[in-house]
């Protein structure tokens, strides 16, 4: 990680624990439209998945159009993110702090970092201010420029890789000299086809599926890459 110019972090699943907050609730909400299904099929089948797609999905396997599906989903979401928050990953404010450690120490060899997730502009600033974490991706050199980059900008989803092109573009560094971490099969083939490398994290997604889209590396929590980047300084 030291060698890259810039770090793009996924949100839900890299960031904020919410993946299993919004696998129960779209769970919940496809069972109320008639395909019964539970959380673990929700993460097994649509964690990372561009949300219209399985939209398009959910109504060909009940065999009716469900207008208002993924309205209903993200009401609820929004209402239970309000009412209960979203807690950060474990380990993910130790490697930012580490991060800017090693900023305040050598400013021209630090990587960057900025957010590129699937989910709407709304949904990543509202968990991500829940979380505490949204201040901590203000760019350091220049706090107007963006750091927030939502698939909903460019109406492109992962695993296509405009999303991460996108960010890099808008951030003025080349693909190959960044890194991209994420912890889904769609965010890790998207890195690999932007030309970036992918570090995985192993969580939800068991790291067979993560190896087979591409993954670089993949680690079981973010203390692994502390250790690491601690280890080279």
């Keep these: 990680m030291r060698d890259a110019e810039l770090i793009i972090f ?3 699943g890299v960031l904020v624990d919410s993946e299993p907050i919004t696998n129960r609730l779209l769970a919940q909400c496809v069972s109320d439209a008639g395909w019964k299904i539970d959380a673990a099929y929700s993460v097994t089948h649509f964690k ?4 219209h797609e399985i939209h398009a999905e959910v109504e060909q396997q009940i065999g009716k159009p469900l207008p208002t599906l993924l309205e209903d989903y993200r009401r609820i979401c929004y209402k239970v993110f309000e009412s209960e928050g979203v807690p950060a990953i474990e380990g993910i404010h130790d490697l930012l702090d580490l991060l800017d450690e090693i900023t305040q120490n050598a400013p021209l060899q630090a990587p960057h970092r900025c957010v590129a997730t699937n989910a709407p502009m709304r949904k990543m600033k509202m968990t991500l201010s829940g ?8 760019h350091r050199d220049d706090p107007a420029r963006e750091t927030l980059f939502s698939a909903y900008q460019i109406e492109k989803w992962k695993p296509e890789p405009d999303l991460f092109l996108h960010a890099a573009s808008t951030m003025g560094h080349d693909p190959a000299s960044c890194i991209v971490i994420e912890d889904s099969v769609s965010g890790v083939k998207a890195a690999k086809a932007a030309g970036m490398r992918a570090i995985a994290l192993a969580a939800l997604t068991p790291p067979d599926a993560l190896q ?4 670089d590396r993949i680690v079981e929590s973010h203390a692994e890459l502390v250790d690491e980047l601690r280890s080279r300084m």
């Design 10 to 12: 996924d949100c839900d």
């Design 48 to 51: 990372g998945r561009n949300l």
């Design 131 to 138: 979380s505490g974490l949204i201040e901590r991706f203000a």
């Design 212 to 215: 087979q889209a591409g993954a």
